[in-house]
Nanobody, 130 residues
Framework: VQLVESGGGLVQAGGSLRLSCAAS????????IGWFRQAPGKEREGISY????????YYADSVKGRFTISSDSALNTVYLQMSSLKPEDTAVYYC????????????????????????WGQGTQVTVSS
């Protein structure tokens, strides 16, 4: 399993960015892909997931209404469209692939941001200036 994030950068508050997570080495529809972030000095935070088999999605309250997750199965890529960015969105953003199937387990995974039963990308930096 390999995941490669891209699309991070520096943006002003109120701006937008689109992150990409290119996946390889596994059957895309058998996995759910989550986006997580970690700011300096803070714990990793789960922000969204998409279940590739049916497109089920979930968002943390901190990003709901501002971020949109989507996937392109033909490209084995998951996107995170981020709008109305705030300085507190500054973090390293990671995507991860998990074999968890049920909505309950996926939401628990997002909330706990656990490493187990998942493969992780190397991260991409997002910096939002005020």
């Amino acid at each position: 399993v390999q995941l490669v994030e891209s699309g991070g950068g520096l943006v002003q508050a109120g701006g937008s960015l689109r992150l990409s997570c290119a996946a390889s080495g596994f059957t895309f529809d058998d996995y759910a892909i989550g986006w997580f972030r970690q700011a300096p000095g803070k714990e990793r935070e789960g922000i969204s997931y998409i279940r590739s088999s049916d497109g089920n999605t979930y968002y943390a309250d901190s990003v709901k209404g501002r971020f949109t997750i989507s996937s392109d199965s033909a490209l084995n890529t998951v996107y995170l469209q981020m709008s109305s960015l705030k300085p507190e969105d500054t973090a390293v953003y990671y995507c991860a692939a998990t074999t968890r199937k049920s909505i309950v387990l996926l939401r628990l995974w997002l909330i706990s941001a656990r490493d187990d039963q998942a493969s992780w990308g190397q991260g991409t930096q997002v910096t939002v200036s005020s």
